[in-house]
T-cell receptor, first 111, second 116 residues
């Protein structure tokens, strides 16, 4: 069964304190890994797609990286507006269109 | 920037009643999806729809659920006889070319369904 596990479940940072979120997956034949941001009461907002091991993508204070078994979302000098739940998702194996989501990491950045 | 829009934002329904959730996907997208998220749990796949038919469905998507694209812009999810356990956020998503082409799915802000 395809599995996506994210850690930590929750993370509190001070403004400017850099850290990383982890997403590990067990799906075989990875066809991309997606990072989303979810604010309370809202839908997942697409951030990045990573296709192959070694790939990196950046957007403002966020950088996503991918290895064969996991992905990291690095947050550099975060601001309070970066507070959200960050979700990782992978397409299920085979020709499936289904995205399998992790439970997310709830990030709180204190001013 | 184009976005997926969902209505209503909140739906309260009596158990056993039918409910229809509505979505307008991004206009040039070809793949459409419904997911749900029970409070505090993961986002779960319900169904995918392409070329006017269901391409895949999960075990959650039983005979009480149906989807339809009644015209060129709307995509609906119908729950025929709602149960208490159907209470959740329901998200519609769309994608230009689908996961096989590594295309991301773009999500709406959801409909909160509350079954009384």
């Amino acid at each position: 069964e395809d599995q996506v596990t994210q850690s930590p479940e929750a993370l509190r940072l001070q403004e400017g304190e850099s850290s990383s979120l982890n997403c590990s997956y067990t799906v075989s034949g990875l066809r991309g890994l997606f990072w989303y941001r979810q604010d309370p009461g809202k839908g997942p907002e697409f951030l990045f797609t990573l296709y192959s091991a070694g790939e990196e993508k950046e957007k403002e204070r966020l950088k996503a990286t991918l290895t064969k078994k996991e992905s990291f979302l690095h947050i550099t000098a975060p601001k309070p507006e970066d507070s959200a739940t960050y979700l990782c998702a992978v397409p299920s194996q085979g020709g499936s269109e289904k995205l399998v989501f992790g439970k997310g990491t709830k990030l709180t950045v204190n001013p | 920037e184009p976005e997926v829009t969902q209505t209503p934002s909140h739906q309260v329904t009596q158990m056993g009643q039918e409910v229809i959730l509505r979505c307008v996907p991004i206009s040039n997208h070809l793949y459409f999806y419904w997911y749900r998220q029970i409070l505090g749990q993961k986002v779960e796949f319900l169904v995918s729809f392409y070329n006017n038919e269901i391409s895949e469905k999960s075990e959650i998507f039983d005979d009480q659920f149906s989807v339809e694209r009644p015209d060129g812009s709307n995509f609906t999810l119908k729950i025929r006889s709602t149960k208490l356990e159907d209470s959740a956020m329901y998200f519609c998503a769309s994608s230009h070319q689908g996961s096989l082409n590594n295309q991301p799915q773009h999500f709406g802000d959801g409909t909160r369904l509350s079954i009384l």
